[in-house]
T-cell receptor, first 114, second 111 residues
Framework: DAGVIQSPRHEVTEMGQEVTLRCKPI?????LFWYRQTMMRGLELLIY????????DSGMPEDRFSAKMPNASFSTLKIQPSEPRDSAVYFC????????????FGDGTRLSIL | QKEVEQDPGPLSVPEGAIVSLNCTYS??????FMWYRQYSRKGPELLMY????GNKEDGRFTAQVDKSSKYISLFIRDSQPSDSATYLC???????????FGQGTELSVKP
């Protein structure tokens, strides 16, 4: 079975550029989460969706960050304009409603803003 | 103070040792407790999932939750070099809801 698929795996871009990260959740999962991981702050939840609807975006750092889920099989996280402090590994995870259902993580996008 | 505290290590042990990893938390609403393992350049993968207090065993891994002390532990018996990874505790107040992660403990098991 295919797991959570994220693209690109690596992104290097210059400050001020727009960055778009993509995620395909596991088929049938109705929850999708976006996380950011840094050495200083660890793994932090940015936003999560249920049935394509944003439920909690309190972790989104500022207006430069936006996330969308146009359908059940695709989500994007966009940063515009990007800044060096946005450099981190961004993870997408998905899960489904039900007892003891864990979040399944993708392998992340390693983002470097120069 | 962070909601979940975890010693980042690094922790280095010889092969075959018993490893103890711990987290403390401050939010008494947490009821679901998890341990994730993360290999270098990979996403976290679930190791153990526990609801409320008690112990859970799975092979060489045992998870313990003490809600009265707001303290959770993961024990690894007969540790192997393949156990070398970062271990993250995570917890939530509602099933399937927002997870709060610890900082992660980097473990190295030497042959």
């Amino acid at each position: 079975d295919a797991g959570v698929i994220q693209s690109p795996r690596h992104e290097v871009t210059e400050m001020g550029q727009e960055v778009t990260l993509r995620c395909k959740p596991i088929s049938g999962h109705d929850y999708l989460f976006w996380y950011r991981q840094t050495m200083m702050r660890g793994l932090e939840l940015l936003i999560y969706f249920n049935n394509n609807v944003p439920i909690d975006d309190s972790g989104m750092p500022e207006d430069r960050f936006s996330a969308k889920m146009p359908n059940a099989s695709f989500s994007t996280l966009k940063i515009q304009p990007s800044e060096p402090r946005d450099s981190a590994v961004y993870f997408c995870a998905s899960t489904t409603t039900g007892r003891n259902q864990p979040q399944h993580f993708g392998d992340g996008t390693r983002l470097s803003i120069l | 103070q962070k909601e979940v505290e975890q010693d980042p290590g690094p922790l280095s042990v010889p092969e075959g040792a018993i490893v103890s990893l711990n987290c403390t938390y401050s939010n008494s609403a947490f009821q679901y407790f998890m341990w994730y393992r993360q290999y270098s350049r990979k996403g976290p993968e679930l190791l153990m999932y526990t609801y409320s207090s008690g112990n859970k065993e799975d092979g060489r891994f045992t998870a313990q939750v003490d809600k009265s002390s707001k303290y959770i532990s993961l024990f690894i018996r007969d540790s192997q070099p393949s156990d070398s990874a970062t271990y993250l505790c995570a917890m939530s107040a509602v099933e399937g809801g927002k997870l709060i992660f610890g900082q992660g403990t980097e473990l190295s098991v030497k042959p």
